[in-house]
């Protein structure tokens, strides 16, 4: 759905290196959400965000960190990024009955 | 917190038949319970979404169900046809934490024309 934009699509990295993702929404919505999916494993919450000064951790934070740089975008890094980090990455937006709406995806390799 | 289990992990139908996927929940005071359907390439986009003050909701061929007392919740597809093909997940919503989703490990679903 272009209403939320993820950008890179996909990035292959070696390990130790730091590595931004970088989520966009025009949909107005004060909610983000940055998951992890692997296989057989279902999405799985790494940080959320109800607005530009809330930050939260999920289920799975360690080894990551947020920033909420305005209510439009939500960039999610890996300060040193290790192979267990190699996953399909979806940033999603909530609206206040809490439907989601999830970007395209950024597949990350971490070599 | 929430733990959610999706059965079966592969579905494979005929095109025209039914096809139903099943989703367990531990936290009883859970209250909503979204489907996604997730594209080759694509995010999770929100089918159906059922809340814990009803049991059943439609929507064309899809149909979700839930049975508080068994902590289950299913999804129903009829008349299944190709463009159905995709993985779907089942979430929960947490009762401590309105804004935190429980996923199920998702089902690929196979329609064969």
């Known amino acids: 759905d272009a209403d939320v934009t993820q950008t890179p699509r996909n990035r292959i990295t070696k390990t130790g290196k730091r590595i931004m993702l970088e989520c966009s929404q025009t949909k107005g919505h004060d909610r983000m959400y940055w998951y992890r999916q692997d296989p057989g494993l279902g999405l799985r919450l790494i940080y959320y965000s109800f607005d530009v000064k809330d930050i939260n951790k999920g289920e799975i934070s360690d080894g990551y960190s947020v920033s909420r740089q305005a209510q439009a975008k939500f960039s999610l890094s890996l300060e040193s990024a290790i192979p267990n980090q190699t996953a399909l990455y979806f940033c999603?937006?909530?609206?206040?009955?809490?439907?989601?709406?999830f970007g395209p995806g950024t597949r990350l390799t971490v070599l | 917190g929430e733990n959610v289990e999706q059965h079966p992990s592969t579905l494979s139908v005929q095109e025209g038949d039914s096809a139903v996927i099943k989703c367990t929940y531990s936290d009883s005071a859970s209250n909503y319970f979204p489907w996604y359907k997730q594209e080759l390439g694509k995010g999770p986009q929100l089918i159906i979404d059922i809340r814990s003050n009803v049991g059943e909701k439609k929507d064309q061929r899809i149909a979700v169900t839930l049975n508080k007392t068994a902590k289950h919740f299913s999804l129903h597809i009829t008349e299944t046809q190709p463009e159905d093909s995709a993985v779907y997940f089942c979430?929960?919503?947490?009762?401590?934490?309105?804004?935190?989703?429980?996923f199920g490990s998702g089902t690929k679903l196979n329609v064969k024309p």
């Open positions: 999603a937006t909530s609206t206040s009955n809490n439907e989601q709406f």
């Open positions: 979430a929960a919503r947490g009762s401590y934490n309105f804004n935190k989703f429980y």
